[in-house]
């Protein structure tokens, strides 16, 4: 069996755009220094990436699409975090986002990762943005890397 696999570890000059929320910032803010901070540990230049801030989590798929369309950024990272409330407009807003980046990437082609917390309250999202279940901004800036190095790898011939 052969088994294709990236790794978390970026070429030189890899470029990473971070698409954030301002909405949530106490729990997005850790997310974007969690995800600045996997990408420097793991090869990216701090000048090779892009913050966009966007008003909320809605707004997220609009700019990931504008930033993958500039073709400035070899992988997007998305960041915010939607909490459910006692209203509907949760569901809305988490299922709209995820759709978007998920479009995003399969229409540009572009390594989109969704660093994007959903969560049932505040408790689970502190503990998601840096506390016991960890930084997902970081997962999710990780999980861009390792995809890069694995659409690199089958473009190299590793499949065969």
Known sequence: MKVVEGSPVAKPGLRVGLVAARFNSLIVEPLVSG???ALCRHGVKDDDITLLRVPGAWEIPWACRQLASAGKVDAIVALGAVIRGSTPHFDYVASAVA??????SQASGLIVTFG????????????????????????????????LSLRDGIAGGALG
């Open 35 to 37: 995800a600045r901070d």
């Open 99 to 104: 759709n978007g980046v998920a479009q995003v």
């Open 116 to 147: 994007v917390l959903t969560t049932d309250n505040m408790e689970q999202a502190l503990d998601r943005a840096g506390g016991k279940a960890g930084n997902k901004g970081a997962d999710a800036a990780l999980a861009a890397l390792e995809m």
